[in-house]
């Protein structure tokens, strides 16, 4: 049965309020990178996990497909289910910070939350939520935690997983799991919160959560420095750690491809520097009260020149030229959409690995054409994102045919150096088959078992992780 069955629709307006019913607009069938087109549906929004506990057990009855929705701002279309009707289930009405634990550093927040909303939250607590992410004035917290979000921050603070306590959730024959505590230590058996954390809605709807809050830094300091490659750029890395240990919030690749793409797309502001580098790093630091960021960065600054790691940079001097750098580094993702890539792909590598993995894969695809790469994204934590572009004067759809051929390159070489094809996107309904082929046999087997225990109708969101 689809939702579009009249007799499944009238039978839920008897048991939902009627503010439940939305009208089904192009946007819940859309995704950002245009990739999946939605065959139609049903759309709820629900305003209570009572009600959401209702449409689950409606559709398990029945077996309605169930796409859990949360900003629409995923980009492996986890929450598009072509060729199908289901129910699209939005969390947008179920939105309340639903309390404020400033002493545990505790905040509990409906899955429905934006994720700017949590930080706000936060913020007015006195108190940091440090995901950080492009989207984050649009993505809602159910989704980031659905997908093990990541973000600038994950050197520093974790992924959305590692900021989360416990979740309250509504499985797949619709029973809830009250999972919502505020501990951090419970050794009760198997963790509820950390699998449905990344299940990207294929396990259960999460529908609020219970996270993990952070003292504010006091001040705050950001510098783009110059390397030579990205090998320098880990050796700075490792100097950095070495001089500011946990104060480092983030640590950011950039390579010059990255910033010509913004001068031709008009974004990013003004460059910092007359000749664009062909590699850079963005320094973000928080400090306690009496930590001088100038001074800091300064210091660390004639260390890296004086080991031959850097040899320009800038520092920020205000808020406004912090701004402007990271400006350079959100707008990034803008950019290589204007220019239009061949193929994106989001990867995470061992930090000794990525130098060899950057030529391996750099020498691999100029074998097969002149294509233009961008590399760049959380060096910190391993996290790259590798995007393949056109040769100069060239369009992607010319070369749509290589498309797979492209993604076989690189994921390819992402897995003879150890690393993962899915950094922090998830896999949805892009990548099931590169799990297949490169998830590990009995780790699959594990999964598949997992998801027909929980979900043995398979309702919640098929298609994604599972092809």
């Not at 077996?63 to 969390?91: E, F, K, R």
């Not at 993995?357 to 996290?383: E, K, M, S, W």
């Not at 004067?393 to 690393?419: P, W």
């Given at each position: 049965?689809?939702?579009?069955?009249?007799?499944?629709?009238?039978?839920?307006?008897?048991?939902?309020?009627?503010?439940v019913f939305r009208p089904l607009e192009p946007r819940y069938l859309e995704e950002p990178r245009g990739l999946f087109h939605g065959g139609g549906g049903l759309l709820l929004a629900p305003s209570s996990t009572d009600q959401v506990a209702t449409i689950i057990r409606a559709c398990a009855d029945v077996q309605v497909p169930v796409v859990p929705y949360g900003g629409g701002t995923g980009l492996v279309g986890g929450q598009i289910m072509p060729d199908a009707q289901?129910?699209?289930?939005?969390?947008?009405?179920?939105?309340?910070?639903?309390?404020?634990?400033?002493?545990?550093?505790?905040?509990?927040?409906?899955?429905?939350?934006?994720?700017?909303?949590?930080?706000?939250?936060?913020?007015?607590?006195?108190?940091?939520?440090?995901?950080?992410?492009?989207?984050?004035?649009?993505?809602?917290i159910g989704g980031c935690l659905s997908t093990n979000a990541g973000g600038v921050n994950v050197l520093r603070y974790g992924s959305a997983r590692d900021l989360c306590l416990g979740v309250e959730a509504v499985l797949p024959d619709g029973s809830v799991h009250h999972g919502l505590k505020r501990l951090r230590k419970d050794n009760t058996g198997f963790d509820l919160r950390a699998l449905l954390c990344g299940a990207e809605g294929s396990l259960g709807v999460i529908t609020a959560a219970s996270l993990r809050l952070f003292p504010q830094p006091a001040r705050q300091g950001t510098a783009l420095l110059t390397v030579r490659d990205p090998s320098t750029a880990l050796e700075l890395l490792s100097l950095t750690q070495a001089q500011l240990g946990q104060a480092i919030s983030a640590f950011e690749l950039i390579k010059g491809t990255g910033l010509d793409f913004l001068v031709a797309a008009g974004l990013g502001g003004a460059q910092?520097?007359?000749?664009?580098?062909?590699?850079?790093?963005?320094?973000?630091?928080?400090?306690?009260?009496?930590?001088?960021?100038?001074?800091?960065?300064?210091?660390?600054?004639?260390?890296?020149?004086?080991?031959?790691?850097?040899?320009?940079?800038?520092?920020?001097?205000?808020?406004?030229?912090?701004?402007?750098?990271?400006?350079?580094?959100?707008?990034?993702?803008?950019?290589?959409?204007?220019?239009?890539?061949?193929?994106?792909?989001?990867?995470?590598?061992?930090?000794?690995?990525?130098?060899?993995?950057?030529?391996?894969?750099?020498?691999?695809?100029?074998?097969?054409?002149?294509?233009?790469?961008?590399?760049?994204?959380?060096?910190?934590?391993?996290?790259?994102?590798?995007?393949?572009?056109?040769?100069?004067?060239?369009?992607?759809?010319?070369?749509?045919?290589?498309?797979?051929?492209?993604?076989?390159?690189?994921?390819g070489l992402v897995q003879s150096h150890e690393g993962s094809f899915s950094a922090e996107h998830g896999i949805g309904r892009l990548k099931p088959t590169e799990l297949k082929r490169y998830g590990d046999p009995a780790r699959l087997v594990a999964m598949r078992k997992i998801k027909d225990a929980l979900d043995p109708v398979g309702i919640m969101n098929p298609g994604v992780i599972f092809d």
């Amino acid at each position: 049965m689809n939702s579009a069955d009249g007799v499944f629709e009238a039978s839920l307006r008897t048991k939902l309020p009627e503010a439940v019913f939305r009208p089904l607009e192009p946007r819940y069938l859309e995704e950002p990178r245009g990739l999946f087109h939605g065959g139609g549906g049903l759309l709820l929004a629900p305003s209570s996990t009572d009600q959401v506990a209702t449409i689950i057990r409606a559709c398990a009855d029945v077996q309605v497909p169930v796409v859990p929705y949360g900003g629409g701002t995923g980009l492996v279309g986890g929450q598009i289910m072509p060729d199908a009707q289901p129910v699209i289930l939005s969390l947008e009405r179920m939105t309340r910070i639903r309390a404020v634990h400033e002493a545990e550093n505790v905040l509990v927040a409906e899955a429905g939350a934006v994720l700017a909303d949590v930080q706000a939250a936060a913020e007015e607590a006195g108190r940091l939520f440090p995901l950080s992410l492009a989207s984050e004035g649009s993505c809602r917290i159910g989704g980031c935690l659905s997908t093990n979000a990541g973000g600038v921050n994950v050197l520093r603070y974790g992924s959305a997983r590692d900021l989360c306590l416990g979740v309250e959730a509504v499985l797949p024959d619709g029973s809830v799991h009250h999972g919502l505590k505020r501990l951090r230590k419970d050794n009760t058996g198997f963790d509820l919160r950390a699998l449905l954390c990344g299940a990207e809605g294929s396990l259960g709807v999460i529908t609020a959560a219970s996270l993990r809050l952070f003292p504010q830094p006091a001040r705050q300091g950001t510098a783009l420095l110059t390397v030579r490659d990205p090998s320098t750029a880990l050796e700075l890395l490792s100097l950095t750690q070495a001089q500011l240990g946990q104060a480092i919030s983030a640590f950011e690749l950039i390579k010059g491809t990255g910033l010509d793409f913004l001068v031709a797309a008009g974004l990013g502001g003004a460059q910092p520097f007359a000749d664009r580098p062909n590699w850079s790093v963005l320094i973000e630091l928080g400090l306690g009260p009496t930590q001088d960021p100038d001074a800091e960065l300064t210091s660390l600054f004639e260390a890296a020149v004086s080991a031959g790691l850097a040899y320009d940079g800038v520092i920020a001097q205000s808020d406004g030229q912090r701004a402007a750098l990271w400006k350079l580094r959100e707008e990034i993702p803008l950019a290589n959409k204007v220019i239009g890539a061949i193929s994106s792909h989001d990867i995470s590598l061992p930090l000794s690995a990525i130098t060899a993995f950057l030529a391996a894969a750099d020498d691999a695809l100029l074998q097969r054409a002149p294509f233009r790469v961008n590399a760049f994204g959380h060096l910190g934590d391993g996290n790259l994102h590798y995007n393949v572009f056109p040769p100069d004067g060239q369009s992607a759809a010319d070369f749509i045919h290589v498309r797979q051929e492209v993604r076989d390159i690189v994921y390819g070489l992402v897995q003879s150096h150890e690393g993962s094809f899915s950094a922090e996107h998830g896999i949805g309904r892009l990548k099931p088959t590169e799990l297949k082929r490169y998830g590990d046999p009995a780790r699959l087997v594990a999964m598949r078992k997992i998801k027909d225990a929980l979900d043995p109708v398979g309702i919640m969101n098929p298609g994604v992780i599972f092809d």
